[in-house]
């Protein structure tokens, strides 16, 4: 049964709030194929269609857009991921995507005070110098306003909202139900993989509620960046923060979507800007594994002296040593046009399950590095080839791990804004010295030792757990223990099917058996009867008719293509 599937009755009231509002907006045909509708009506909650219509005269983008701020923080955070991820949707979608905001209001401050005086142990103005009512900005999960401690230091609190966490895990859980839902009842959805997506998407939000983790993410970067005196990150005040709330130094400076404000005659070079950004944000992904996922001019601020401040580590992304090294492999590739060395990258992260695609995949990835063949470095856009290439990847219905995905963002985002500050701005060039630095630095003696002793220290583990495992097989195979597990999607399918059929036979006995028992039945005389009828008999013969339907319907459904399904 759907409901059992959906939940338990606590949360039928948020179904019916979703289907009402993909309704209005136009995707009622959407909730009828998920069954959402039938068994919310059995439930005892009447779906309203009137409205269906009112907004199919906007574009899908925008329909979604509007439904995602609707259905709340959520629903919005999962639309703003989703703009990240150019390798799933197209152009269209993303820009849409983009404009997503939260129309959320500040909580008040009294609302607000019983969970700080949890948090910080005493009245806000009692713990600070100077606490600010009104809140400096406020977005669906947290609110943030500035203060002064004890000691003058001027900081930003950052507040998360009383009760949102429970309203999110509620959500969480029904989206991952949808996307099962989904995954199995609409086939055009399968290549996205929807229920992979709601688990990676739930993974980052439960990350962002936690404030604490963000100022940790902070520091980590703060320490990468501890010889680069032009980077500034927030210094984090830990005596007032915790999972709900952060503390950290005020950043005062020009925000980079405010550029109209940057004064030449106050000593900003904007071309240096542009440079240190490129540079430090390559730092983070290329050298240190471990980057500012969200890089929008919101989140960059500009300070006298040509340095540049980054806030609001809530999101950020993580490559292994291994995902680090396809990754230089795969910029050196673009940077340097080198096809065959994109092409390999690309494959790799592909997969090998494709089938014949790959191949067509490679030739149209060597097709499209090599019209940049003899391109000077400077007038290579590395943000354009990145998004064209996801492109490629989403035409063959491939997509991108997730951490790759936020990283193609980032740089795409990057380069954005390095053209803002200025126009001649080139990533290519901007990327190249780091890139070749790297690569060098991977081949130095020291490097390569250090490898090949980890290497070592690998392959002895492995020799020293090789008796106790081939120990263990030997003795489950002697007690009959020992088991081979062959997965094949195929006979997975067969198996389905038979099973399927299987129960339709049962049926179909059992609809044999009532029409011959209510058959004998119905010659003997005596007992209560319906319509003349003895009543039994013809109980039996409703019950064989109704079981008869249920079998024509099941067969009827079968029968019909799989993408009508």
Request: charged letters at 25%; glycine letters at 8%; aromatic letters at 6%.
């Amino acid at each position: 049964m759907l409901l059992e599937t959906l939940g338990a009755a606590r949360e039928i009231g948020r179904i019916n709030e979703i289907a009402g509002v993909l309704i209005r907006h136009g995707f009622g045909d959407t909730v009828r194929r998920l069954g959402l509708a039938d068994r919310l009506e059995r439930a005892g909650h009447i779906v309203k269609w009137e409205h269906a219509a009112d907004l199919a005269r906007l574009e899908p983008p925008v329909q979604v857009r509007l439904a995602l701020e609707e259905l709340g923080p959520t629903f919005v955070k999962l639309g703003q991921i989703l703009a990240g991820r150019a390798d799933l949707l197209g152009p269209e979608w993303i820009a849409e995507l983009q404009r997503l905001h939260s129309q959320v209001p500040a909580v008040p401050l009294d609302d607000l005070r019983p969970q700080l005086r949890e948090d910080l142990g005493d009245e806000p103005e009692n713990v600070f110098a100077r606490f600010d009512v009104e809140p400096l900005a406020a977005a669906s999960i947290a609110q943030v306003h500035r203060a002064q401690l004890k000691d003058g230091s001027e900081v930003v609190v950052k507040i998360r909202r009383p009760g949102i966490r429970e309203v999110i895990e509620a959500d969480l859980r029904l989206l991952d139900r949808l996307a099962a839902i989904a995954e199995a009842d609409l086939p055009s959805l399968k290549p996205f993989h929807p229920r992979q997506l709601v688990r990676e998407f739930a993974r980052s939000l439960r990350r962002e509620l936690d404030l604490a983790a963000e100022c940790h993410n902070a520091e980590r970067v703060a320490d990468n960046f501890a010889q680069t005196p032009h980077v500034v990150i927030p210094r984090v005040h830990w005596a007032h923060t915790s999972e709900r709330i952060n503390t950290q130094d005020l950043i005062e400076g020009i925000p980079g979507e405010r550029l109209d404000l940057l004064p030449t005659d106050a000593g900003f070079d904007r071309t240096l800007l542009a440079q240190r950004g490129a540079r430090a944000v390559l730092k983070m992904i290329v050298e240190d594994g471990f980057f500012h996922a969200d890089p929008h001019p919101g989140n960059v601020f500009y300070l006298p002296g040509n340095r540049i401040a980054f806030i609001d580590f809530g999101m950020v992304g993580s490559l292994s040593p291994l995902r680090r090294e396809e990754l230089l492999h795969l910029l050196l590739g673009l940077v340097t046009r080198d096809a065959q060395a994109v092409a390999t990258v690309l494959l790799d992260w592909a997969g090998d399950d494709h089938g014949q695609s790959l191949s067509q995949l490679e030739t149209e990835i060597e097709a499209f590095v090599d019209q940049y063949h003899g391109t000077p470095l400077a007038q290579l856009n590395l943000g354009e080839m990145l998004a064209r290439i996801t492109a490629l990847l989403r035409e063959h219905h491939l997509t991108l791990p997730s951490d790759l995905a936020m990283l193609i963002k980032a740089f795409i985002s990057l380069e954005g804004m390095g053209r803002g500050l200025d126009p001649g701005f080139h990533m290519a060039t901007e990327a190249m010295p780091l890139l070749q630095e790297v690569a060098r630095a991977r081949y130095q003696p020291g490097a390569i030792a250090a490898r090949g002793w980890k290497t070592l220290l690998r392959a002895l583990r492995l020799a020293e757990q090789l008796p106790h495992d081939v120990s263990r097989l030997l003795r489950n195979a002697r007690r009959g223990h020992l088991r081979v597990s062959i997965e094949v999607t195929h006979l997975k399918r067969v198996g389905d099917q038979l099973d399927r059929a299987a129960n339709r036979l049962a049926m179909a006995l059992v609809i044999a058996a009532l029409i011959i028992g209510s058959s004998i039945v119905m010659t003997v005389r005596g007992g209560p009867t319906l319509f003349g009828l003895p009543v039994f008999g013809f109980l039996g013969f409703c019950g064989a008719v109704a079981c008869a339907l249920w079998l024509v319907r099941a067969i009827w459904r079968s029968s019909r293509p799989q993408d009508d399904a």
